[in-house]
T-cell receptor
Framework: AQKITQTQPGMFVQEKEAVTLDCTYDTSDPSYGLFWYKQPSSGEMIFLIYQGSYDQQNATEGRYSLNFQKARKSANLVISASQLGDSAMYFCAMRGRQGAQKLVFGQGTRLTINP | GAGVSQSPSNKVTEKGKDVELRCDPISGHTALYWYRQSLGQGLEFLIYFQGNSAPDKSGLPSDRFSAERTGGSVSTLTIQRTQQEDSAVYLC???????????????FGPGTRLLVL
């Protein structure tokens, strides 16, 4: 079975600082994908970044980067130069090649950016 | 439209009534997913459609829940005899299913907020 663990229920960061949101995972699939989604108060899930288990380099998308440490089974999201608009819930999710095509989500981290 | 759309955006119903939730995926996306997000919780998988294949219903919590997808596009999630514990946000997602690998990104709609009184 696949499992995602996000151990930070809430994070408070000053504007313009960098922030790291933690995510650890467990799976027996040799091939899998890791995703981060942002959910603002409006409720829509916004895709941020993807990391494949065989990717040699850490994924980056603008101010978002993924610190992927395969041996430790961690996939932390790093947001550089945080902005007030980054305040939201952030979910880590994974999907394997085998079995159901569903995404398995963590419980989320609520990020608050203070001015 | 450009993204996944869902209707209604909000639904209030009385316990015991049936409700239908609609999802219109991104044009050309062959895979469609339904998830449920209860208050303060992560997302819980409900059902998955891919093309003309039999749907994966492994996440449906009870036989009161059913879903169909007509013409490979629009999907309807039906909850019969609603219970208060069915109150949640129901999210629909779609993906292009081009490679079949784990990297296919699912794009989500805005969700339907269901409240059962």
């Amino acid at each position: 079975a696949q499992k995602i663990t996000q151990t930070q229920p809430g994070m408070f960061v000053q504007e313009k600082e960098a922030v790291t949101l933690d995510c650890t995972y467990d799976t027996s699939d040799p091939s899998y994908g890791l995703f981060w989604y942002k959910q603002p108060s409006s409720g829509e899930m916004i895709f941020l970044i993807y990391q494949g288990s065989y990717d040699q380099q850490n994924a980056t998308e603008g101010r978002y980067s993924l610190n992927f440490q395969k041996a430790r089974k961690s996939a932390n999201l790093v947001i550089s130069a945080s902005q007030l608009g980054d305040s939201a819930m952030y979910f880590c999710a994974m999907r394997g090649r085998q079995g159901a095509q569903k995404l398995v989500f963590g419980q989320g981290t609520r990020l608050t950016i203070n001015p | 439209g450009a993204g996944v759309s869902q209707s209604p955006s909000n639904k209030v119903t009385e316990k015991g009534k049936d409700v239908e939730l609609r999802c219109d995926p991104i044009s050309g996306h062959t895979a469609l997913y339904w998830y449920r997000q209860s208050l303060g919780q992560g997302l819980e998988f409900l059902i998955y459609f891919q093309g003309n294949s039999a749907p994966d219903k492994s996440g449906l919590p009870s036989d009161r829940f059913s879903a169909e997808r007509t013409g490979g596009s629009v999907s309807t999630l039906t909850i019969q005899r609603t219970q208060q514990e069915d109150s949640a946000v129901y999210l629909c997602a779609s993906s292009s299913r081009t490679s079949g690998g784990p990297g296919e990104t699912q794009y989500f709609g805005p969700g339907t907020r269901l409240l059962v009184l």
